[in-house]
């Protein structure tokens, strides 16, 4: 959470360097509605993806093991935790947007 903290709100890199990370690119379409860019993604929150529940975004990464660190900037939140598995390298992202749902 230390980590998170430091890292989104610029006291790793500055807040100049994070400026110019973000430059996203969509991925492919079943990737939807994922962006990446400057070393983590972009899950832009709102219409079908959260079923209008959410709104913002949620910005940095998960991993292949079930790994994840996701800030919600709008709602002040961080997401991290790890679901501990292989077999469904999505639920991770599905798990972060579900939360920024509940708390939307």
């Known amino acids: 959470m230390s980590f998170s903290k430091a890292f989104w709100g610029g006291k ?3 807040t100049a360097i994070l ?7 969509k991925l492919q379409l079943g990737l939807s509605p994922i962006q ?3 070393g983590y993604m ?3 929150l709102g219409g079908l993806s959260t079923s209008f529940l959410a709104s913002g975004e949620l910005v940095g990464h998960s991993g292949t093991t079930g790994s ?3 800030n919600y900037p709008q709602k002040d939140l961080h997401f991290i935790g790890d679901l501990s598995q292989f077999a469904n390298p999505g639920a991770p992202i599905r798990f972060a947007m579900q939360l920024a749902m509940v708390t939307g």
Do not use: C, N, S, V
Request: proline content about 5%.
């Open 12 to 14: 790793l890199l500055g």
């Open 19 to 25: 400026e110019q990370l973000a430059d996203y690119k």
């Open 36 to 38: 990446y860019g400057g």
């Open 42 to 44: 972009r899950i832009p």
């Open 68 to 70: 994840f660190m996701f």
